[in-house]
């Protein structure tokens, strides 16, 4: 895995563009569809060597991720932390419950997300910035699940690639950032099958295709049409969460997220 960039922000950068870039994700996108007779599951993931799916290593500055009871930072994954998906550009799904500075008041946060091949190219770079709701010390419930396009990432078939997602945050005083905890874990894009291809076209609404997916193992796509399909049918979010053990993040609230422009 690739050494993370440094960054190059400046406060005021990242404070004008977090209430801009940030849009809960609107359930009036999402087809209703009518009440399963079976819910949606995701196949057993074998465990695999790699990374867990929460968060490893300790902050290294005044930045951390606090969990006061809630779950630990963690991305939405299988258990073996191996997302599959048919698209070049698939979307991350992280869990973070709250930022907080050890010491000082902290101003601004953000994220960097890397993906990187095998051969330790990096294909996906960018600065993002996080919703303010998870720095609000008033609020008793700041936890977010955050949802990130890779636009431009342009992942190769039948290729596996890691990628890392480093929090962070800017506080009163100080010019450089200061990192949390890390998430980190593996991508493969596939490639489906002529009879999934011909189930999937025949699919007659949302659910269909997301049971099309999920019975494939193919884990993103199965995921984002669930996640828009959640406020109508919440059941199935949870159940199809429940299958990986990670019910208790079902009612969190997601939101989108989009790089930082830099000047």
Sequence with gaps: MSCLKSLGLTVGILASTVSGSIELLSASSATAVPPQLVS?????????SGPGRTAGGGARGDCI???DGSPQ????M???NVGTTVSPDPALFLYIPAIRSKKSLLVSQGAEVSVVDREGNEVYFEKIAL???LTDPAS???AVIVRLSLEGANL???RAYDWTFAPFCVTEGELE???AEILEGTLERKNLTPSQQEELKQARTPFERASTYAKAGIWHEALMILAELRADNPADWEAFLASVQLQELAQTPIYDVSPVAEP
């Design 156 to 158: 190769k078939r039948d």
């Design 65 to 67: 991720v606090e969990k």
């Design 40 to 48: 949606l599951s995701f196949p057993d993931s074998p465990g695999g």
């Design 177 to 179: 950032p200061s990192y």
């Design 131 to 133: 919703p303010n709701r």
């Design 73 to 76: 930072m963690t991305v939405l």
């Design 78 to 80: 299988p258990s073996n």
């Design 140 to 142: 008793s419930d700041t």
